[in-house]
Structures are given as structure tokens and as C-alpha cells.
């Protein structure tokens, strides 16, 4: 991919998803790498305001959207210079439901680095047990979704050794709902299986990092993130 071209193509992913951007879907995460952070470790938090619409498979007439919001901790492991491993931990609260553990694992590629620009590819997993009341229906469920997709992100650089990365691309998230409402069982799938994502990353001195997230599918969630290097 010719370097000049890539500019283009990020801004087109942008234009995709700003208009269509209005889901359950978990947070992509920055594209800063270890070889960003000059061999340090690294961890944030992420809280997520999620929405996801599901469309019932088999059982009683369960109806979604899943509307929850998320607070959880996310331990990166370096693999190498341009990946990582990462841990998400923390708890979910359903709307009209209790509070509950949420719980994700996830591997972020580097795949094309320049000075202006670079290419990230991210694969993902979630899963928490939900007790919530629907319309006076008493649910219970365990929800579970993966995800994959493709990040373009560009390298800004500011006064005081800083960057902005705004990044977007298009993603793929199976979700799957297995459980019960009022004692029947059901089980429910993803309206929209494709989707697209836009952020926009701070990477601070020291190599610490804030950062802001939108995610569409068939509804938009959105997050925000701190992460610090030690």
C-alpha cells in the first residue's frame, strides 16, 4: 500500500462511519504498541455505555436492545514489539438488572507502520452473566460476543511530545444470548453482524494515554479510556 494512499483511505473509513454511526459491542482499544512505550508495561480502565440490538433464534418472545453500561480494568501483555495480549476485567450493570463480572480476552497485531500512519488488526472476546426485568419479564442470561476488525489510524504529533491517533475501520461481532425469560428458555443472535469503528487517541508524555470511542452496528455505543505506562 503506497504511503500516500493510506491518508485517503483513512479518511473514507471516517466518512463511512461519522454518518451511519448512531450497539453491545466491546471497546477496540488504541492502536499504541510496545514499541510505542519503549519497552515499559502497560494498563488501563475503559467504561463503556453499550447498546446491542439481538434478534430471538428459538424460545419466548425476548425482544432486545441489551442497553448496559461497563466499568473494567484492561492488562496488556506484550508479544514481541508489535502486539499484544490483552485481560479485561470488571463488572457490567444491565439496565434493570444487577450488577455483574465482566469478563474479555483480546490480540492486537501490528501489520503496517510509517512515521504518518499505521494499520492494526484486533480479535476479541467477552462474556457476562446477566439478571436484568425487560417489560416486566424477569431475564436471565449469559451473553457472549466475539469480534474482529481492521484499524487505520493516523500519527499526529503535537507540541510536549504528544500524538494524537484518531483511528476507524470496519468490524465483525458475533453475539450470542442463551438463557431464560420468566423460566422459558430462549436464545437470541446479532441484528448486524458488520459494523465500523472511530476513535481518537491522546498517546501523552511518558507514554501514558487517554482516549475516546465510538462503535455502530445496528445502534452506537461508546466508550472512554485511560491507559498509563510504568
Do not use: W
Not at 466499568?71 to 490483552?86: E, I
Not at 508524555?205 to 470511542?213: P, T
Amino acid at each position: 500500500m503506497k504511503r500516500s494512499f493510506c491518508p485517503v483511505l483513512l479518511a473514507a473509513t471516517f466518512l463511512f462511519v461519522i454518518p451511519v454511526a448512531q450497539v453491545l459491542a466491546a471497546d477496540a482499544g488504541d492502536p499504541i504498541f510496545p514499541l510505542d512505550v519503549k519497552d515499559r508495561a502497560r494498563s488501563g480502565v475503559v467504561f463503556e455505555s453499550i447498546k446491542r440490538g439481538v434478534d430471538l433464534t428459538s424460545g419466548t418472545d425476548f425482544s432486545g436492545p441489551v442497553k448496559a453500561d461497563a466499568l473494567y480494568f484492561r492488562f496488556n501483555t506484550d508479544v514481541g514489539q508489535m502486539a499484544t495480549l490483552d485481560l479485561d476485567l470488571g463488572a457490567l450493570n444491565p439496565k434493570g438488572g444487577d450488577y455483574s463480572y465482566f469478563v474479555g480476552a483480546g490480540a492486537r497485531f501490528l501489520a503496517y507502520d510509517t512515521e504518518a500512519m499505521r494499520v492494526s488488526l484486533l480479535a476479541q472476546i467477552h462474556y457476562s452473566p446477566i439478571d436484568a426485568k425487560k417489560d416486566g419479564v424477569d431475564l436471565e442470561y449469559d451473553y457472549i460476543e466475539a469480534e474482529g476488525g481492521v484499524l487505520f489510524s493516523l500519527k499526529l504529533p503535537v507540541e510536549n511530545q504528544m500524538t494524537f491517533m484518531p483511528y476507524a475501520g470496519p468490524m465483525l461481532s458475533l453475539v450470542r444470548l442463551d438463557g431464560e425469560a420468566d423460566e422459558v428458555d430462549f436464545d437470541a443472535e446479532e441484528k448486524n453482524l458488520f459494523g465500523a469503528v472511530a476513535g481518537l487517541a491522546l498517546k501523552l508524555k511518558e507514554n501514558h494515554s487517554l482516549r475516546g470511542e465510538i462503535r455502530y452496528f445496528d445502534n452506537v455505543s461508546f466508550s472512554v479510556a485511560a491507559a498509563i505506562a510504568f
